[in-house]
C-alpha cells in the first residue's frame, strides 16, 4: 500500500514527528498507486527493489534537507515494512540507522507456508513465474533469517500472539537470533492480537514503546523538553 493523504490510528506519523523527528515516507518500487508496472517492481525483488528505493530516499535526504540529522536516524516498518526491517538488518544499509522497529514483519521466509495467503508470499517473493509448489525455494533468496550473522542494529519487535498473516514465531525467531548475537534487542507480544493492533489499550502500549524505543537511541528526552517549554 502507498502513504497516502489520511489518518488511521494504527500507523500515525504526526504522532513520531511531534516528539521532534522529520519522518520520512517513501512510495518504493511495489506500492499502489503509481502504475499496475510500479506495483508489480517487487514481485521476486523484495529485497531488492525496495531497499535500493530506501537507500536511495535515504541519500537524498542526507544531500539536500539541511536540518535533517541523518546520522540519528531510525527505521520502523510493520507487516511488509516489518520483513524489510529484518532484510535491511543484515545488509550494508543497515549502518545508517541508531535502531530499528519491526511490527509482524517476516524473519523465516521459508516458514510462510503457515499463513493464511501463502499464495501471496510466493508472488512476492518468488514472482509471477514461480512454482505455487516451492514457497521454500521461491522464499530463499530474500530471506533475512540467512542473514543473520550480520545483525548487529538495536531491534524492537512487536507481534500478535493471533496473527495468522505472518504467524508471530517469526517475530519471536528474530528476536531469539538477536539475543544470541547480543545485539540490544526488545520483544512485546500482544496475546490477543492478531496482524494489527486494534484495542485502544494496547493501541496505546505499542505507541509507548515504539516511540519510548526511537527517542531513547536518538538521544530524545521528553522530559527535558518539556520542562523547557514550561
Not at 28 to 42: A, C, D, I, P, Q
Not at 75 to 83: C, D, E, I, M, R
Amino acid at each position: 500500500m502507498a502513504w497516502t493523504n489520511s489518518w488511521w490510528f494504527g500507523w500515525s506519523p504526526i504522532l513520531l514527528a511531534e516528539q521532534g523527528h522529520i519522518v520520512i515516507l517513501p512510495n518504493f518500487g511495489g506500492s499502489t498507486g503509481v502504475s499496475e508496472n510500479f506495483k508489480n517492481k517487487v514481485f521476486g525483488q523484495v529485497g531488492s527493489v525496495p531497499y535500493h528505493d530506501l537507500a536511495a530516499c535515504m541519500r537524498y535526504v542526507t544531500h539536500n534537507l539541511d536540518y535533517a540529522d541523518t546520522d540519528r536516524a531510525t527505521a520502523v516498518g510493520g507487516s511488509f515494512g516489518g520483513y524489510l526491517a529484518f532484510w535491511i538488518a543484515g545488509q550494508p544499509f543497515a549502518q545508517r540507522f541508531r535502531a530499528m522497529a519491526s511490527h509482524a514483519g517476516v524473519f523465516n521466509a521459508a516458514a510462510l507456508a503457515g499463513s493464511d495467503v501463502p499464495d501471496a508470499w510466493r508472488l512476492f517473493f518468488g514472482g509471477l513465474d514461480s512454482d505455487p509448489s516451492d514457497l521454500s525455494h521461491a522464499c530463499e533468496r530474500w530471506d533475512p533469517a540467512r542473514h543473520v550473522a550480520k545483525w548487529s542494529t538495536p531491534m524492537l519487535i512487536t507481534v500478535g500472539e493471533k496473527d495468522r498473516r505472518i504467524p508471530f514465531t517469526h517475530g519471536v525467531g528474530a528476536f531469539s537470533a538477536l539475543q544470541l548475537r547480543g545485539v540490544e534487542s526488545r520483544l512485546l507480544v500482544f496475546p490477543d492480537e492478531g496482524h494489527f493492533i486494534l484495542e485502544p489499550g494496547n493501541v496505546l502500549r505499542w505507541y509507548e514503546e515504539v516511540v519510548g524505543w526511537i527517542n531513547l537511541h536518538t538521544g530524545i528526552n521528553l522530559d527535558n523538553r518539556q520542562g523547557e517549554h514550561m
